[in-house]
C-alpha cells in the first residue's frame, strides 16, 4: 500500500515501464486472475497519464539489445547533485548499479527497448486485446 500511495498520493513518482509481450501472457493464477490484472493495469495507466506510461515491446519487434537480459530499473532523481542508478535482478542476485559507464549502457539499452516498443495509446490497445484474449 505504501508504493500504491507514492504512485497516487501526493507529489507521485513518474514511471515509465517497459514490458515484452510474453509477459502479458503468461497465465500466473489463471486466466480470470490475469485478466483482472491486466484490466488494473489498463485503469492505473488511463487514470495517471501525467505519471504512469506503459509501454509493450510487441513479439513483432525482432531482436534487441535487452531482449532476454535481466529486469533492471533506472532511477532519475530531481536534484541533479543525484546520480542516475541502476537497479537490477536476476535469479540469483540484485544490485544498485552507480558506476557511469554501467548506468549509461543499461540508459542505451532502455532507450532502445522505447524505441521498439509500442506508444502508449498502441501498448493500451495490445493490453486490451490480450485481455479478450483471456476472456
Known sequence: M???????????????????????HHHVGGPVVMSDQLRHLVTVVEQHPNTIDLRVVPFSAGCYNALDGSSFHILDFSSSILPSLVWQE?????????NAMRVRDNNLAYDQVVEFALDREGSL???KQIIEEFE
Open 90 to 98: 536476476t535469479i540469483s542476485s540484485t544490485d544498485l548499479i552507480d
Open 125 to 127: 490497445a495490445a493490453i
Open 2 to 24: 505504501r508504493r500504491q500511495h507514492r504512485l497516487f498520493g501526493e507529489n507521485p513518482v513518474r514511471i515509465t515501464a517497459a514490458l515484452d509481450e510474453s509477459v502479458l
